[in-house]
Antibody, heavy 121, light 107 residues
Framework: QVQLVQSGPEVKKPGSSVTVSCKVSGGTVSSYVISWVRQAPGQGLEWMGRIIPIYGTSTYGQKFQGRVTFTTDESTSTAYMEVSSLTSDDTAVYYC???????????????WGQGTTVTVS | DIRMTQSPSSLSAAVGDRVSITCRASQSITNSLNWYQHKPGKAPNLLIYAASSLQSGVPSRFSGSGSGTDFTLTISSLQPGDFATYYCQQSYSTPFTFGQGTKLDIK
């Protein structure tokens, strides 16, 4: 069965960048739509965007546009999310997740990584 | 962006109770509505997709209904492991926004 395994916790300085990885096991990253979601302390879930590797396209939430980049590496079946110009507001747990995809419709996220804590301080 | 509004924001109930959580979209999203259960320190868990389709492995006491702008998640008989925060999410148009969450705790 498909599993998503994320990289470990990060502590970053304001103004720096962070990259979180999400390795797909039991499948190939190019077969899936991968979304990224974050949860800041005491807050709800926030959808950041998605990448569709087979089409080579990414869609970003407006607040993340220009500061977040999604990529994939087929050779290692890994998805990556880079966030630049970090501020304390980016302190959060970041999740990758596979999106259910039937025909030409996207649905919920059925397989999730374990989460990666990013602290900006 | 489509705004998702859940009610109530918090709910206290007892084991065995039947509970319902509602989610309203700021515009029609047809049936593109998903429900998640989220426990502290864990990844969210997909319960319902496409408004009423039960995700594989999810107990049948969870059910979803609605279309257009108004949706409901119902838990028919609460079990101890059901106390968590529940989120709705629309997948009709990007950004795929979440509701603010409903925290369900033990009465």
């Amino acid at each position: 069965q498909v599993q998503l395994v994320q990289s470990g916790p990060e502590v970053k300085k304001p103004g720096s960048s962070v990259t979180v990885s999400c390795k797909v096991s039991g499948g190939t990253v190019s077969s899936y739509v991968i979304s990224w979601v974050r949860q800041a302390p005491g807050q709800g879930l926030e959808w950041m965007g998605r990448i569709i590797p087979i089409y080579g396209t990414s869609t970003y939430g407006q607040k993340f546009q220009g500061r977040v980049t999604f990529t994939t590496d087929e050779s290692t079946s890994t998805a990556y999310m880079e966030v630049s110009s970090l501020t304390s507001d980016d302190t959060a747990v970041y999740y990758c997740a596979r999106v259910l995809w039937f025909g030409d419709s996207l649905y919920g996220m059925d397989v999730w990584g374990q989460g990666t804590t990013v602290t900006v301080s | 962006d489509i705004r998702m509004t859940q009610s109530p924001s918090s709910l206290s109930a007892a084991v065995g109770d039947r509970v319902s959580i509602t989610c309203r979209a700021s515009q029609s999203i047809t049936n593109s509505l998903n429900w998640y259960q989220h426990k502290p320190g864990k990844a969210p868990n997909l319960l319902i997709y496409a408004a009423s389709s039960l995700q594989s492995g999810v107990p049948s006491r969870f059910s979803g209904s609605g279309s257009g702008t108004d949706f409901t998640l119902t838990i028919s008989s609460l079990q101890p492991g059901d106390f968590a925060t529940y989120y709705c999410q629309q997948s009709y148009s990007t950004p795929f926004t979440f509701g603010q969450g409903t925290k369900l705790d033990i009465k």
